[in-house]
Nanobody
Framework: QVQLVESGGGLVQAGGSLRLSCAVSGSTFSLSTIGWYRQAPGKERELVAH???????TYRDSVKGRFTIPRDNAKKMVDLQMNSLKPADTSVYYC??????????WGQGTQVTVSS
């Protein structure tokens, strides 16, 4: 069974930085696609960024140039480095694992709050 544990959320002022981490256990991590999603109150969950097994990345337009998604296969971890944070980035951030055979798992989420 795949388990994901997010960490690193918190409160930061606009323009600041935070780094989220997603630790994955119980999986063939190196063959997976890992994504970071976020969900604000009253809104649908949206993809922020993801990285596939080959290291290719995708970012939503609103975070391009500000966020990066580094991956460490040896540690089975994927981070989300968030710079130049804006109040609009305030959300609960979730890590998602998509296995090579289509298995899909979510972490419990971590709150990010950006004050203006």
């Amino acid at each position: 069974q795949v388990q994901l544990v997010e960490s690193g959320g918190g409160l930061v002022q606009a323009g600041g930085s935070l780094r989220l981490s997603c630790a994955v256990s119980g999986s063939t991590f190196s063959l997976s696609t890992i994504g970071w999603y976020r969900q604000a109150p009253g809104k649908e969950r949206e993809l922020v960024a993801h990285i596939n097994s080959g290291g290719s990345t995708t970012y939503r337009d609103s975070v391009k140039g500000r966020f990066t998604i580094p991956r460490d296969n040896a540690k089975k971890m994927v981070d989300l480095q968030m710079n130049s944070l804006k109040p609009a980035d305030t959300s609960v951030y979730y890590c998602n694992f998509l296995g090579a055979r289509g298995s899909d798992s979510w972490g419990q989420g971590t709150q990010v709050t950006v004050s203006s």
